[in-house]
Structures are given as structure tokens and as C-alpha cells.
């Protein structure tokens, strides 16, 4: 038996908040929405983890998760690789062409 179809997160969405709400159990939505309980249930935590993660931040967007941090910080180490590539790049290039004289 192959694996059911990716449920957008949208749908997933609709779906958590109304268990949370308490418009329907978490039984009533994945028989109405042909989806196991257990994943009702792990979206259902995904969900409460994020919204936990965001308080713990202060609520912050600007600070994000570690994965975002970490990829800045590598975001600003390559930038100022590639500053220096560059700047060493041009000091090459004034030599080469006082070497060489003028082209």
C-alpha cells in the first residue's frame, strides 16, 4: 500500500485549530478529513511546539529558530569571505598590470 497524498499545510492548519477549539475531537476530524488520529495528533503537537517556541523568543520573528540563526551567521562569514576575495582580487589585478604595463 503506497503512502496517502501530502495534506497542504493549510488543511492541516483548518484542521488543528478546530480539535483546539474544540469544534470536533481529534476522532471527528480525521474521519471527516480521511487522515489517521496519530497524525491529527502529531500536527496537533507541531503545532503547540511551534507556537511554545515562538514564546519562549519573545515573540520575536527577528531572532528565528537556530537553523535560521546559524545559516546568518554562515551568511555573514561567506559575505566577508567574499569581500576579501574580492578586495585581493583587485590588488592582483593592479600588480598584474604594473608588471605587464598598461593594456
Request: proline content about 5%; aromatic content about 2%.
Amino acid at each position: 500500500m503506497g503512502r496517502p497524498p501530502s495534506i497542504p499545510v493549510e488543511d492541516k492548519l483548518r484542521i488543528v485549530v478546530s480539535v483546539l477549539s474544540g469544534e470536533m475531537t481529534i476522532a471527528e476530524a480525521a474521519r471527516r478529513n480521511q487522515v489517521s488520529e496519530q497524525s491529527i495528533s502529531r500536527w496537533k503537537l507541531q503545532f503547540l511546539d511551534g507556537g511554545r517556541t515562538g514564546l519562549a523568543e519573545g515573540g520575536n520573528p527577528a531572532k528565528g529558530s537556530a537553523r535560521e540563526r546559524e545559516l546568518a551567521a554562515e551568511n555573514e562569514q561567506l559575505k566577508i569571505a567574499l569581500g576579501e576575495a574580492h578586495v585581493q582580487l583587485r590588488v592582483w589585478k593592479k600588480s598584474a598590470e604594473h608588471r605587464l604595463g598598461p593594456s
